[in-house]
């Protein structure tokens, strides 16, 4: 299985900084179409996840454009510019370029 | 508007099976593949399977291909998972979502306990 491994485990931000999140995988996530299927959840308390990337840069619908993503082959990053309030929850990511599809372990995002 | 709704929560016994729900609206049913997610208290997400409603391919974890089994009803755009014998380790919250996880259910809260 495609192991993915996401850092910082946590991190405390105050509103208006940036912040950026690391995912790594063990194996490239660049499928036979020449696409990455690498993507951004965000789980806020209590509610389901939220797909805030996919593809490894492309902005999903209604996500501001404060989210940006980067990255290839087997490196990625989600970066937060000028966070808000209502940023706070646990950021995943998430390959569907191999089956079984794996999850990061999550990063929590609070704010100060 | 692209809407998964998921069946009410479970408290289910040691041993039993529980059938959840999933029912799509919003868009075309056939046209997006359901994959349901496990969460259990506090954790990460696991990938259970997936199942293409316009054929009824499956496809599962290794890991939990004797304990779901993912069917479809196209007539009322619905996906269902089965989970048979049920343990402690099952109690989880179980996600539908749909094609590369740009929408998702509510959840469902499966409590396994005599």
């Known amino acids: 299985d495609v192991v993915m491994t996401q850092t910082p485990p946590s991190l405390s931000v105050a509103i208006g900084q940036s912040v950026s999140i690391s995912c790594k995988s063990s194996?490239?996530?660049?499928?036979?179409?020449?696409?990455?299927?690498l993507h951004w959840l965000l789980q806020s308390p209590g509610r389901s996840p939220k797909r805030l990337i996919y593809?490894?840069?492309n902005l999903g619908s209604g996500v501001p454009d404060r989210f940006s993503g980067t990255g290839s082959q087997k490196d990625f990053t989600l970066k937060i510019s000028r966070v808000e309030a209502e940023d706070l929850g646990v950021y995943y990511c998430a390959q569907t370029t191999h089956f079984p599809l794996t999850f990061g372990s999550g990063t929590k995002l609070e704010i100060k | 508007q692209v809407n998964l709704l998921q069946s009410g929560a479970a408290l289910v016994k040691p041993g039993a099976s529980v059938k959840l729900s999933c029912k799509a609206s919003g868009y075309t049913f056939t046209d997006y593949y359901i994959h349901w997610v496990k969460q259990s208290h506090g954790k990460s997400l696991e990938w259970i399977g997936y199942i293409n409603p316009n054929s009824g391919y499956t496809n599962y974890n290794e890991k939990f291909k004797s304990k779901a089994t993912l069917t479809v009803d196209k007539s009322t755009n619905t996906a269902y998972m089965e989970l048979s014998r049920l343990t402690s380790e099952d109690s989880a919250t179980y996600y539908c979502t749909r094609g590369y996880f740009d929408y998702w259910g509510q959840g469902v809260m499966v409590t396994v306990s005599s």
């Open positions: 593809q490894v840069s």
């Open positions: 194996q490239s996530l660049v499928y036979s179409d020449g696409k990455t299927y």
